[in-house]
């Protein structure tokens, strides 16, 4: 992986960790993450989720990755179009922050990572079409996921939860600019 890549994965994650972001700000602004074990736990559940959503559509890739390498650039760019639009989407329609969810009850913190991480599973398949090393992109998701997971339980317990929601358009733009790229770079060459 060059550092271009490797820049790619990073701002990808960034992208994909806005949803963590605003869960987290809503867990801090309403005083359930008021311990570093309670966010400890929400940043490392967040983390191993979005880490293992990307091996999984990554799995799923490498067996419909020789009938679609012709046009994997564009199946790349439509899946980050899609995940970085419906965030967009989602910033336009919300009206407020969501509720916080009980991050005291594992029930709760497995349904939050999973809906959190469900977007990553598009972006593994994208990587897989890539040719990039899973292994690196997961692991950099989770690591990007826990930290800002943290950094938003903390800045919802001094903020207000509207951040959150801005967190989701800034993550959509990314996610649609590196999708952008993707594409330009397999068409210029």
């Not at 009850?105 to 977007?119: M, N, R």
């Not at 950099?140 to 826990?146: K, N, S």
């Amino acid at each position: 992986m060059n550092w271009l890549d490797i820049l790619s994965v990073i701002l990808i994650a960034l992208g994909l960790s806005a949803y963590c972001f605003a869960v987290s700000l809503g867990i801090g602004a309403s005083g359930r993450a008021d311990s570093w074990k309670r966010v400890l736990r929400v940043g490392v559940a967040f983390g191993v989720f979005q880490a293992g959503m990307p091996l999984l559509g990554w799995l799923v890739g490498q067996t419909v990755v020789q009938v679609i390498s012709g046009y994997d650039h564009w199946v790349a760019f439509a899946l980050l179009l899609f995940v970085g639009g419906r965030m967009i989407w989602e910033f336009v329609e919300r009206k407020s922050e969501s509720e916080a969810a009980d991050i005291s009850k594992w029930i709760t913190l497995l349904t939050l990572s999973v809906a959190t991480s469900i977007d990553a599973l598009a972006v593994g398949l994208s990587f897989a079409l890539l040719k990039l090393n899973i292994l690196i992109c997961a692991a950099t998701i989770g690591i990007v996921a826990f930290l800002v997971t943290a950094l938003g339980c903390w800045l919802g317990r001094r903020a207000s939860v509207i951040i959150g929601r801005w967190a989701l358009l800034v993550g959509g733009i990314i996610l649609i600019g590196i999708g952008a790229r993707i594409l330009i770079t397999h068409i210029v060459g």
